[in-house]
């Protein structure tokens, strides 16, 4: 046996919490049952099993660089919004315009999220630097520490669903 060094601990699994790979098992008592009513208990045991979970996840956030991390000031329905310009897109900062445009109309971010997953729209996810930034320029709070970047026509979709959903 190897010599483990001190407060090194091992553990193995007993044999009975190993999962066999068959059906799954039934209670105990099942030997008592009836054949249809252990057919019922073994397809009620079955149907028991967890399902998969979908799997949600954001996008990685923007590549840090000179060119992503560079931000302007642009007129955007008549007020300057924090925007860079991500992999060629010009990406407006999403909380800045709910809180400018859409704070009035719905609920919060939250509900902003899940439309914009209704609508199929994938806002990118700041990088670091451009969330430092936007604290800096005063358009995201100070403890804020993410925040999500739309595409000016995309925001537009999502102002449009707002304004003529009730």
Not at 23 to 29: E, K, Q, R, T, V
Not at 38 to 46: E, P, Y
Not at 60 to 75: D, K, V, W
Not at 80 to 103: H, M, N, S, T, Y
């Amino acid at each position: 046996m190897d010599i483990l060094p001190p407060h090194t601990h091992v553990i193995s699994p007993s044999p009975s919490a190993v999962p066999s790979p068959g059906p799954p098992s039934l209670p105990p008592a099942a030997h008592r049952l009836s054949p249809v009513a252990l057919s019922v208990a073994s397809t009620t045991t079955s149907m028991m099993a967890p399902a998969a979970k979908p799997v949600y996840s954001s996008p990685p956030p923007a590549h840090s660089s000179a060119e992503n991390n560079t931000c302007r000031l642009i007129e955007y329905r008549g007020v300057k919004v924090a925007a860079f310009v991500v992999d060629g897109r010009e990406l407006i900062c999403l909380p800045q315009a709910f809180e400018l445009f859409l704070k009035h109309l719905v609920g919060g971010l939250h509900t902003v999220y899940t439309k914009l997953k209704r609508l199929d729209v994938v806002p990118i996810v700041c990088n670091v630097e451009q969330v430092r930034i936007l604290r800096g320029l005063g358009a995201i709070q100070p403890g804020v520490n993410r925040c999500k970047l739309i595409a000016p026509n995309e925001f537009d979709t999502l102002y449009e669903d707002c304004t003529n959903s009730k």
